[in-house]
């Protein structure tokens, strides 16, 4: 059995492809997603305003949902992956939208220079504004606005004794974890329940950028297995190597 710690949104989508291919899987409830309603109206014709739009994670795109057809279409689109380009495409087809190339994530845009010469960019997401992100824009002289739509809480933590019934069963071979900050509410939850810190370091981790590779071994989690891609085939494609090595 696998774990997909993930908004809940993202894992259905992904738990139902694992479902059709014959791969037991559950949600792990870690991330909970507060958005902010006023916000969420204001976002379309904040963005509309730019040149340009960012959206920082899927989860941004969920929150707008059907607002996104309401987008200015000379807007240039930006993801930070190809799974939120998929995600986007859903409400807007034919969309040309701009990802990183190899890999997936903020840091993999900043290095193949995708964020220049495309005017004032709209930055949509949630919590707080990447700093590796704000300081290249900052650096680059790229004029941007960050439009911030919701808060991320750490649930599992709220939940802990669920959360160990979870992550204990002896069932249990890996954990898909699509991001830096889950990834970290995670440990927050290991911290304070040696059981699922033991079992974290007996796990496959499974994770779609290398930021949170380096995330998780910098907190001496080495049992790290990282994906192609952020999409969900590629997501798939690993859990069914670790199948095959197992049988």
Do not use: W
Not at 27 to 34: Q, R
Not at 75 to 80: E, G, H, Q, R
Not at 102 to 118: M, T
Not at 194 to 206: D, N, S
């Amino acid at each position: 059995m696998y774990l997909v710690a993930r908004p809940k949104a993202q894992a259905d989508k992904l738990l139902g492809l694992f479902s059709s291919h014959g791969i037991t899987a559950e949600y792990l409830p870690i991330v909970e997603i507060i958005y902010d309603a006023v916000a969420l109206n204001q976002a379309i014709a904040q963005v509309n305003q730019c040149a340009s739009v960012l959206f920082i994670s899927p989860t941004a795109i969920d929150g707008l949902g059907t607002r996104l057809t309401h987008l200015d279409p000379k807007l240039n689109l930006i993801t930070s992956g190809i799974s939120s380009a998929e995600l986007l495409m859903e409400y807007i087809p034919q969309a040309k939208i701009i990802y990183p190339e190899r890999g997936s994530g903020v840091a993999n845009l900043i290095l193949e220079s995708k964020l220049a010469n495309l005017g004032k960019i709209a930055l949509v997401g949630g919590d707080n504004l990447n700093p590796r992100l704000a300081k290249y824009l900052e650096r680059k002289k790229i004029y941007y606005q960050f439009i911030n739509l919701y808060q991320r809480i750490n649930c599992g933590l709220a939940n802990l004794a669920a959360t160990e019934r979870l992550i204990l069963n002896h069932t249990l071979r890996g954990i898909v974890i699509t991001s830096c900050q889950i990834a970290g509410f995670l440990l927050e939850c290991a911290a304070q329940s040696p059981l699922i810190l033991a079992r974290l370091q007996e796990l496959k981790l499974i994770t779609i950028h290398p930021q949170i590779s380096l995330f998780l071994a910098e907190h001496q989690l080495q049992n790290v297995v990282e994906t192609a891609s952020a999409g969900n085939l590629a997501i798939l494609n690993i859990i069914r190597d670790l199948e095959n090595e197992r049988n």
